[in-house]
């Protein structure tokens, strides 16, 4: 655990309280990751990074991607020949005051999800932020799961 904060935000013109960093374990990431529906997803595009925002649902150990047609990250994330590429996904909730909150990162294989069963019901699932039919998902199966919360420190006596 590591100890941040209790400097002056010269910004707003407040001290901020001392706050702690703590890593997460895998089980509360993906649970806090199942609170919130926007994120980001990294992928590679002609070998460079590329992020986008996207919304999820987490279903079990995987997080599933809402796509639409004309989006470059189906195009992507989407070989011809139907196999896995590695993506990385992260989401955070962090209070822009306080700046207590949390971040979690899953990396693993990711593929389109196939079953229109599944896809109509991710469908249904899923709160998209843009208009418009869901035309594909995305399957991400972690194999890492990193995270840490940003919480307030306790007080101590020697901190005048």
Do not use: C
Request: aromatic share 6%; charged share 30%.
């Amino acid at each position: 655990m590591d100890e941040v904060g209790g400097q002056v935000d010269t910004a707003r013109g407040y001290a901020m309280a001392p706050r702690r960093m703590t890593e997460l374990g895998r089980d509360e990431a993906m649970r806090l990751l199942a609170t919130t529906s926007l994120g980001r997803v990294v992928f590679t595009d002609r070998a460079l990074p590329a992020i986008r925002p996207v919304n999820h649902v987490v279903d079990g150990d995987d997080v599933i991607v809402r796509l639409h047609s004309g989006m470059a990250l189906e195009a992507m994330v989407a070989p011809d020949d139907g196999s896995a590429v590695v993506v990385a996904y992260e989401a955070d909730v962090i209070d822009q005051d306080t700046h207590l909150g949390w971040s979690v990162v899953v990396t693993g294989y990711a593929r389109l999800v196939a079953d229109r069963d599944e896809l109509d019901w991710y469908e249904k699932a899923l709160r998209p932020w843009v208009a418009g039919r869901m035309d594909a998902a995305l399957r991400i199966r972690p194999d890492l799961v990193t995270g840490f919360r940003l919480d307030a420190a306790p007080s101590s006596p020697d901190r005048g």
